[in-house]
């Protein structure tokens, strides 16, 4: 049985070669979020804002739900991927992280197709449920504070349509998931949803080793 190949920096530089593709806008927008504190640690990998512009267009989506806009990079990648009527509403903590995407939404033209929701992340999803109904969203992506990934993800799935994708970032968390003695509260809410996905009989589910571990999950 074939193994899983480790990730040196030849073969990482190797991939990032024939596969990913750039633009300016994309890298001007990632070197400005890694100027920022925590910027390089909070930002999603280049590659990873790929696939999630991959994943938009493979479900079809008109509809996505970002937990977690940070600078709104992930936000800038998934809205390109979205056909002209189609909505991305992103929510946020605060205002001062996605204000530094803003500008480079409005410069793709993409940013009539974001609704960015600033507040609680669970006060706002229990707003969409209320405000759009249950499974009015084709993906929703969670990216947001670890501690309560359990919370957004059970919300998600009442929001997700049946046969919609739940991507959920930082599922291997540093590494932190697997060190017994990490047990702060961050590492503890993201192994909680790792051992609560695995046995989840409502969704389909695949944990992908890439970047710092992204998880797919469709809903049954």
């Known amino acids: 049985m074939a193994h899983q190949t480790a990730v040196t920096p030849d073969l990482l530089a190797y991939v990032r070669d024939v596969s990913f593709r750039d633009d300016d806008l994309l890298r001007e927008l990632r070197e400005a979020t ?3 504190p925590g910027g390089s640690a909070m930002q999603v990998m280049a590659e990873e804002g790929q696939l999630l512009a ?3 267009g493979v479900t079809g989506a008109r509809a996505v739900l970002e937990i977690g806009t940070f600078t709104g990079y992930s936000t800038l990648c998934m809205a390109r991927a979205l056909p002209a009527d189609g909505v991305l509403v992103s929510c946020d903590i605060e205002e001062r992280w996605p204000s530094v995407g803003a500008d480079f939404w409005k410069r793709d033209g993409v940013d009539g197709r974001i609704d960015l929701r600033i507040g609680d992340a669970a006060g706002t999803l229990d707003a969409l449920l209320a405000e759009r109904g249950p499974e009015s969203f084709d ?7 670890k501690a309560n990934y359990v919370r957004y993800y059970e919300s998600s799935l009442e929001l997700v349509r049946t046969g919609g994708l739940i991507v959920v970032d930082n599922t291997l968390f540093f590494g932190r998931v697997a060190d017994p003695a990490a047990v ?4 503890e809410g993201v192994r909680a949803l790792n051992r609560l996905l695995c046995r989840d009989p409502r969704v389909e589910l695949s944990m992908l080793v890439m970047a710092d571990g992204i998880t797919l999950a469709r809903k049954r």
């Not at 993906?139 to 504070?145: G, K, N, P, R, T």
């Open 139 to 145: 993906l929703v992506f969670i990216d947001a504070d």
């Open 184 to 187: 702060d509260p961050d590492t």
């Open 34 to 36: 890694a100027d920022l």
């Open 54 to 56: 991959l994943l938009v």
